[in-house]
């Protein structure tokens, strides 16, 4: 679990926070805080040695390896993180995971996939705002593992204590190294399963009431 500590990242979210923030400011927010914290949750991307010559001498260095990362953005919110995780990552290949919450039950539903069937030795970014009951990511984890991806990392801005209790409860029998990002751990869940103090939903602010 690495919880970004820095002052940039506090600035940018208190601002997302905001309920006078519109969406265009949101937007552009939400991406520039998934960068920042992407640079945190890459820090261990496979690389593999790359020999070049710069123009005084041969020297070696190193390139992502392949096969390269995939990135997961959960529907609908997860788009909202695609654009500033690909700015950092632009050879990675993007697979969709369409999941929503049932309202009442608060557990995961997935109505949509495109993902490879095949993810054996993949490292797997998921990009999902919210880290709130941890329902659809425990699911979403437990999709890529299930599928073969060896190394999954799950990008939030922000998390509820309950979820991240979840997560790392739910998922004691993963046999893949998990990581999990997030800007900021906020204070608890409310009776909706909403995060406080949190930002509302993430969905709509980004994209509108739908
Ligand atoms: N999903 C959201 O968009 N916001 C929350 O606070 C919790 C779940």
Do not use: W
Request: charged residues 25%.
């Amino acid at each position: 679990m690495h919880i970004a500590d820095h002052q940039l990242i506090s600035h940018k979210l208190t601002y997302l926070r905001d309920k006078r923030t519109d969406s265009p400011t949101f937007r552009r927010l939400a991406e520039e805080l998934v960068t920042l914290l992407a640079y945190e949750a890459t820090r261990d991307v496979r690389v593999e040695p790359f020999a070049i010559e710069t123009p005084v001498a041969p020297t070696t260095g190193i390139k992502l390896a392949n096969p390269k990362p995939l990135v997961v953005p959960i529907l609908r919110a997860g788009l909202g993180m695609l654009e500033g995780m690909m700015r950092l990552l632009p050879s990675a290949e993007v697979g969709f995971l369409g999941m929503m919450r049932n309202e009442e039950t608060l557990e995961a539903i997935t109505y949509a996939n495109r993902l490879p069937e095949d993810l054996s030795g993949r490292q797997c970014y998921i990009l999902d705002p919210m880290l709130a009951t941890g329902g659809t990511l425990v699911d979403a984890i437990r999709y890529l593992a299930d599928r073969g991806a060896d190394d999954i990392t799950a990008i939030t801005l922000l998390a509820a204590p309950e979820g991240i209790l979840h997560v790392t409860d739910a998922l004691k029998d993963l046999q893949v190294p998990l990581q999990l990002v997030t800007g900021a751990v906020d204070e608890r869940l409310n009776e909706h399963g909403y995060i406080v103090p949190g930002l509302g939903d993430a969905g709509d602010r980004l994209y509108g009431v739908v």
